[in-house]
């Protein structure tokens, strides 16, 4: 590493830009992709050493650096990115907070302002994922905002340094700030994010430090407002939060655009059903009269349709035609890990039953079944094609299954000595979790227990994979779970039923498991406050949908409790789901 990298923005005390924005977003890349946290945090905090830049150093990751940057237009900014190395088709998404300050620092009209943000991904010394942070005020030629471009180039307002805190909770981020208070760094603002469920702490760097950096950002996942409020100098009050990104500060503004969340359900859904993303291309335009050809569309509809889609992020209008992003290669039938399924279904037959959410809340019985007639796993069975669909939509949120074969019950099982160990799957659908448990531990044997119209998927599935010669399939329902495993999984079962239901789903997996089995249970857990969290919208989705509900992790313990059984512990995974460790009383 070197002392003082070479890639450094311009200071605040230059008269003129040293370099052009892309030259700026060049210097930025680099600087991210180069940096060392621990190194870093001596240099953003020079009389940090010993065991206190470890401690920081253990609670803190370098996560991104930001640049505000003044492009003529969008083609030239997504140019810029690309001869960067910076993916070039980064979603952008309005800057109500940068807005803002450039309005009040210039004294210009907020309208005047349409600043967006991108957050590009690069990958730091040791692969590790970060982003270049970046605001764009677009300035054409000759323009009126040209003196603010100058402005902020010089000075660098915006310029800051990210860090994410590991594991963060009040006592660690007390911690983490009386350590840069200690160091010579100020409070400089903050705010809770409602959206993405995080804090964030901003200040002003000493005037020793040895960037050019002179912001520094703590962002901790979750909500702390009570020790933001500590370092807003407010102790005591519950601190603000933070404006949101496209979200002005008129009540009926902000309502309004909730209201129309059915809209974006709806066209998602409508671009994955036309098939929009398949005849698209990431990197070269398509007009929208040949679009309309080929997907059989009324073309003035599509292009209202796909301007829609432009303002979401999931395709981008440029002078060849529309191009699709990143987003939106996910709505891909082909794409790995496409999520086209899910569009179809949250589009489809669980957009239909919400619209009886108030029966739902009434009588306690799920809309689904108010609307068809039937619960949602009947309704299912008799249609073989929705059936597929649903199974496929299951497959798209596989991301959460990323870390669970190294759970150390599964690497325990796969390392003990004598006979191979047997991993059980419960309600495994087709298989894709226990595909990657078998295929990352050889030695690992399986049995899948599904519906049988599911079992014949589930060998397919298998058969394709490493594991397929050491999975065995048994055709069933819960009454069925095979004994004498060693290691039994339920993933995502338990938020399908009522507590009554729960209970018995449980007693079976007690009966069948001998007394050194173990139980993995993954389910999205409620926190235990008012904080948002991906759990609390699907316990709305569960309860109208199938008449289940998530729970927090103190209502499994007592669950499995009731079956004779003790909650060991819980792991976080993707998603908002977890992992619950469970074994025999």
Request: glycine fraction near 8%; hydrophobic fraction near 40%; proline fraction near 7%.
């Amino acid at each position: 590493m070197h002392s003082e990298p070479h890639s450094t923005l311009p200071t605040a005390t230059m008269t003129e830009p040293a370099v052009d924005d892309a030259g700026r977003l060049r210097a930025t890349a680099a600087f991210v992709r180069e940096q060392e946290t621990s190194e870093l945090l001596s240099r953003v905090l020079p009389g940090l050493g010993g065991p206190e830049l470890r401690a920081l150093t253990d609670r803190c990751r370098f996560a991104h650096a930001a640049v505000l940057v003044f492009p003529p237009d969008e083609d030239t900014l997504r140019g810029e990115l690309a001869a960067c190395g910076l993916p070039a088709d980064a979603p952008a998404q309005p800057s109500v907070v940068v807005r803002e300050r450039l309005a009040a620092r210039h004294r210009r009209d907020l309208a005047d302002l349409d600043v967006r943000i991108l957050r590009p991904e690069v990958r730091g010394p040791a692969g590790e994922h970060r982003a270049v942070e970046v605001f764009a005020l677009t300035v054409p030629p000759a323009s009126g905002l040209s003196p603010i471009a100058a402005d902020e180039r010089r000075r660098e307002h915006e310029a800051h340094l990210a860090f994410d805190v590991v594991r963060p909770d009040p006592l660690v981020l007390r911690g983490l700030l009386a350590s840069l208070a200690r160091q010579g760094a100020t409070a400089d603002g903050g705010g809770y994010n409602l959206h993405e469920d995080g804090t964030v702490f901003y200040f002003t760097a000493p005037a020793e430090t040895k960037t050019t950096y002179r912001r520094v950002e703590l962002y901790a996942s979750g909500d702390h407002r009570d020790v933001l409020a500590e370092h807003l100098g407010r102790p005591g009050a519950a601190a603000d939060p933070a404006p949101q990104q496209g979200e002005q500060q008129q009540p009926a503004e902000t309502l309004l655009r909730l209201l129309t969340g059915a809209w974006t359900t709806q066209a998602l859904a409508a671009c994955a059903q036309l098939r929009l993303p398949e005849a698209m291309d990431r990197h070269t335009g398509t007009r929208t009269a040949d679009l309309a050809r080929t997907v059989g569309a009324h073309p003035e509809s599509l292009a209202t349709l796909l301007r829609y889609l432009a303002m979401l992020g999931v395709v981008r209008d440029g002078p060849d035609g529309f191009r699709l992003t990143g987003v939106g290669a996910l709505l891909d039938a082909r794409a790995p890990g496409s999520m086209r399924p899910l569009a179809l279904m949250y589009g489809g037959p669980f957009y239909q039953s919400f619209a009886h959410l108030a029966h739902t809340v009434r009588s306690g019985q799920p809309g689904f079944d108010h609307l068809y007639g039937e619960n949602h796993f009947d309704h299912f069975a008799r249609d073989s094609e929705l059936a597929a669909l649903f199974d496929q939509s299951m497959v798209s949120s596989a991301p959460i299954f990323d870390p669970l074969p190294e759970h150390p019950v599964l690497t325990a099982a796969a390392t003990a000595p004598g006979r191979p160990r047997t991993v059980v799957d419960i309600a495994g659908g087709t298989g894709e979790l226990l595909a990657r448990i078998l295929t990352a531990h050889p030695t690992l044997r399986g049995i899948l227990l599904e519906r049988p119209q599911v079992v014949a998927a589930a060998r397919t599935r298998l058969a394709a994979t490493p594991a397929g010669g050491r999975c065995a399939f048994r055709a069933g329902d819960f009454a069925d779970v095979p004994a004498g495993g060693d290691v039994y999984v339920l993933s995502r079962v338990l938020h399908d039923w009522d507590d009554d239901r729960c209970r018995g789903i449980l007693r079976h997996c007690a009966d069948a498991m001998p007394a050194h089995a173990d139980l993995l249970i993954v389910e999205r857990l409620l926190p235990a406050d008012s904080r948002p969290s991906l759990a609390t919208a699907w316990d709305l989705h569960m309860m109208c949908n199938t008449g289940g509900r998530e729970r927090t992790a103190g209502h499994y313990a007592r669950l499995l409790e009731d079956c004779g059984l003790t909650l060991a512990g819980h792991t976080p995974l993707a998603l908002g789901a977890h992992t619950l460790h469970a074994r025999r009383t």
